[in-house]
Nanobody
Framework: QVQLVESGGGLVQAGGSLRLSCAAS????????MGWVRRAPGTEREFVAVFSGTGGRTYYADSVKGRFTISRDNAKNTVYLQMNSLKPEDTAVYYCVASRIWYGSSWPEQVRYDYWGQGTQVTVSS
């Protein structure tokens, strides 16, 4: 059974940092683009960041560029999201996602991801 399991969410003050992890199991994801999307209450889901399966390419939403860093360890089948300088508007449930297709440097919002995690809550207080 394929699973993506997120961890590392929590409550942090504005300006603080958190590191999210996503451990994948059930198959090898080295050929998949893996990334993060988020959804705040009452809003549509929002793309955050993605890391390609090959080539080491990354792409970030403008709202997090310069503050968040995505990385992955294919040996551990794990992807990470280091979040610095957090803002209250970063408050959301963060989902780990995987896609067989790399959509390029203009990553669409409405990607049909092949796999989703269950989500982890990130709350940033002002």
């Amino acid at each position: 059974q394929v699973q993506l399991v997120e961890s590392g969410g929590g409550l942090v003050q504005a300006g603080g940092s958190l590191r999210l992890s996503c451990a994948a199991s059930g198959r090898t994801f080295s050929g998949y683009a893996m990334g993060w999307v988020r959804r705040a209450p009452g809003t549509e889901r929002e793309f955050v960041a993605v890391f390609s399966g090959t080539g080491g390419r990354t792409y970030y939403a403008d709202s997090v560029k310069g503050r968040f860093t995505i990385s992955r360890d294919n040996a551990k089948n794990t992807v990470y999201l280091q979040m610095n300088s957090l803002k209250p508007e970063d408050t959301a449930v963060y989902y780990c996602v995987a896609s067989r297709i790399w959509y390029g440097s203009s990553w669409p919002e409405q990607v049909r991801y092949d796999y989703w995690g269950q989500g982890t809550q990130v709350t940033v207080s002002s």
